[in-house]
């Protein structure tokens, strides 16, 4: 099974400020997949397939990465985007979560 | 607009079972692979399996395929997650999800299940 590791666990930014979340894979996978979750709503799509933005996801998010190490960015911060993030693979047979990384605003 | 209602969820004792369903809406079931995700009071992740469109084939989280099963019934359109033996590690938030080849495309509001004697 293929362990994600999401890096800062929690992590504060300012408006305006950039962001980037990174996750990191045991071993190698295709895509990375990333999901937004604020308290008590469920998880949303927010980025698939390493660097396609989900449907309503706003511009200033991107994704990148290849082989064990992926990331998602936000240029100039706001405060909607505080937040709860996951990553998630699927390497078959198995599909795996990250740790999650919790995003507030300062 | 998709919809996935989740329902069964509430409190159950250590070694019982319990059976979730999840009724589609606004997309036609029989066309889609559908998969559980959990996620733990701790907020942990965990996705529990897949079912193929015609649930002809499913697939499991290694740690949870001989406890757990997950069927459907495509008249109805709707999804089931059969959890037996179930203990205090269950207690989550069951989320009825559609799968598009690697990724978990639409969420339901999910149902809590609370394992505790």
């Known amino acids: 099974e293929i362990v994600l590791t999401q890096s800062p666990t929690t992590m504060t930014a300012s408006p305006g400020e950039k962001v980037t979340i990174t996750c990191r894979a045991s071993?190698?996978?295709?895509?990375m997949h990333w999901y937004q979750q604020k308290p008590g709503a469920s998880p949303k799509p927010w980025i698939y397939?390493?660097?396609k933005l989900a449907s309503g996801v706003p511009d200033r998010f991107s994704g990148s990465g290849s082989g064990t190490s992926y990331s998602l960015t936000i240029n100039n911060m706001e405060a909607e985007d505080a937040a709860t993030y996951y990553c998630?693979?699927?390497?078959?047979?198995?599909?795996?979560f990250g740790g999650g990384t919790k995003l507030e605003l300062k | 607009e998709v919809q996935l209602v989740e329902s069964g969820g509430g409190l159950v004792q250590p070694g019982a079972s319990l059976k979730l369903s999840c009724v589609a809406s606004g997309f036609t079931f029989s066309d889609y692979w559908m998969s559980w995700v959990r996620q733990t009071p701790g907020k942990t992740m965990e996705w529990i399996g897949d079912i193929k469109y015609d649930g002809s084939y499913t697939n499991y989280a290694p740690s949870l395929k001989n406890r757990f099963t997950i069927s459907r019934d495509n008249a109805k359109s709707t999804l089931y997650l059969q959890m037996s033996n179930v203990r205090s590690e269950d207690t989550a938030t069951y989320y009825c999800?559609?799968?598009?080849?690697?990724?978990?495309?639409?969420w339901g509001q999910g149902t809590l299940v609370t394992v505790s004697s």
């Open positions: 999800t559609r799968s598009i080849r690697g990724w978990f495309a639409y």
């Open positions: 397939e390493t660097s």
């Open positions: 071993s190698s996978v295709s895509y």
């Open positions: 998630q693979q699927w390497n078959y047979p198995s599909r795996t």
